[in-house]
């Protein structure tokens, strides 16, 4: 059974940096891209980023504050997110990818999120 | 990258059928939708255009044309009143989500 377990909310301020984690069970944890979404409050899904191997991939409104990255060792999934605003305030799901063409890839298996505050 | 528009509301009473339209999808990218329940993480609950899951309903199916795919959601129960996103890839590698239909089963 695929899982995917997020770590719990939390609450930073403007400006600060913080380090999201999501632990995989139940597949070749490398063997498949993942991704990061995220949902502001009432909104709608956002991508944000994607890690496939050594590529990754980022959303135009995160690249160069998010880093998404892998410990294959641990199979977790991370994203290191900095200089986090309000507009950052969001509940972040992390996801399995699957499919054949990339083009056409889609979010098979989602963890449960982490809500992320930002406030001061 | 190309944005995808959705109807922000649809509804329809128990058995209808209706219909989800996403528009903007590029013709050579397919499309996938997801289920979102209030307070729950969302579902996959079609990819490449028109696959089902296994697990998922039946009552659920999918179509693609030009740069519009749709979502038909037919016999509707209480239990499909959610939240529905389309996405797909806008180009360059990255992943667009339409603005998400709100299904009221009335």
């Known amino acids: 059974e695929v899982q995917l377990l997020q770590s719990g909310g939390v609450l930073v301020q403007p400006g600060e940096s913080l380090r999201l984690s999501c632990a995989a069970s139940g597949f070749t944890f490398t063997a498949f891209a993942m991704s990061w979404i995220r949902q502001a409050p009432g909104k709608g899904l956002e991508w944000v980023a994607a890690v496939d191997g050594e590529q990754t991939y980022y959303a135009d409104s995160v690249r160069g504050r998010f880093t998404i990255s892998r410990d294959k060792s641990k199979n977790t999934l991370n994203l290191q997110v900095s200089r986090l605003r309000s507009d950052d305030t969001a509940i972040y799901y992390c996801?399995?990818?699957?499919?054949?063409?990339?083009?056409?890839?889609?979010?098979?298996?989602w963890g449960r999120g982490t809500l992320v505050t930002v406030s001061s | 990258q190309s944005a995808l528009t959705q109807p922000a509301s649809v509804s329809g009473s128990p058995g209808q059928s209706i219909t989800i339209s996403c528009t903007g999808a590029?013709?050579?990218?397919?499309v996938s939708w997801y289920q979102q329940h209030p307070g729950e993480a969302p579902q996959l609950m079609i990819y490449?255009?028109?696959e089902r899951p296994s697990g998922i309903s039946n009552r659920f199916s999918a179509s693609q044309s030009g740069n519009t795919a749709s979502l038909t959601i037919s016999g509707l129960q209480a239990e499909d009143e959610a939240d529905y996103y389309c996405c797909s890839n806008g180009g360059g590698l990255n992943w667009v989500f339409g603005g998400g239909t709100k299904l009221t089963v009335l």
């Open positions: 996801a399995k990818m699957d499919g054949k063409l990339i083009e056409n890839w889609w979010f098979d298996f």
């Open positions: 590029s013709t050579y990218n397919l």
């Open positions: 490449e255009g028109n």
